[in-house]
């Protein structure tokens, strides 16, 4: 079984360790914020607190052992250089490292990364197709806490504004779209059914049957939307 190490636990970081972890994976989770760890070490086979651009610290940690590193730290674009260059010493096979630039990722790639991440750009561009893509249901976890989902409009929601709603500070989840079943004609003047998608819907755009509404927010305040009729 391939071993992975987790560096650096922020939303990114903490999601990719917990998923490898549901999936049977043996996961180690570094990070130098101690409730971080403590949050990982609940399902991680270890969490450990420690600066991950200590060699030594990495090395007594059993860094070097481990079949797939990555890097979950972005921001930091020194540390995130450093550590990818540990990481090539200790030899390990698979370098996975996060970042926020097209440079930056350059520079990670020129240092060892085996593949470089874009966290923001690639959830860009997966929920933009899922906005797009017509009568497609999406169920996007973004982090182990928020998720993007569509769902129907509620019964009580229909012929109301999302003003009249106060979806967002009634509910606390965002409505990013709504997707509306209208008639469409073909070029050959064929009538069917196609979708209008409104994007960042405004507090006046209304909402009628059969409409669907694209949130984001918490999973709890999400699945308390879900339960309304």
């Known amino acids: 079984m391939k071993q992975f190490a987790v ?22 989770a570094i990070d130098m914020d101690e409730k971080k760890v403590k ?6 086979a ?34 995130s250089i ?31 990364a085996s593949r470089v991440i874009y966290p923001e750009r690639e959830m860009g561009a997966k929920v933009t197709e899922s906005l797009i893509k017509p009568g497609i249901f999406e169920h ?19 012929e109301k504004t999302i003003g009249e709603l106060a979806i967002r500070s009634k509910y606390r989840v965002q409505v990013v779209a709504i997707k509306r079943k209208v008639t469409k004609v073909d070029k050959n003047g064929k ?22 509404l694209v949130l984001l927010g918490q999973n709890e305040d999400i699945e308390r939307v879900k339960k309304i009729k």
């Open 82 to 112: 450093l550590i990818t260059l540990i990481l090539k010493e200790f030899e390990i096979k698979t370098i996975i490292a996060k970042a926020f630039t097209s440079l930056q990722g350059k520079v990670l790639t020129k240092l060892g």
């Open 39 to 44: 949050i990982a070490s609940e399902f991680a």
């Open 140 to 158: 996007i976890k973004l982090s182990p806490t928020h998720t993007l989902v569509e769902v129907d409009v509620p019964k009580n929601f229909e």
């Open 191 to 212: 009538a069917g059914i196609g979708e209008n998608i409104l994007i960042a819907p405004m507090p006046d755009d209304g909402l009628i049957k059969g409409d669907r």
């Open 7 to 28: 560096i650096g636990l922020g939303r990114f970081g903490m999601s990719v360790a917990q998923t490898l972890s549901k999936k049977g994976v043996q996961v180690l």
């Open 46 to 79: 270890r969490a450990i607190e420690l600066d991950a651009t200590d060699e030594t610290a990495l090395r007594d940690a059993g860094v070097p052992d481990v079949d797939v590193a990555v890097v979950g730290i972005g921001r930091n674009i020194a540390s």
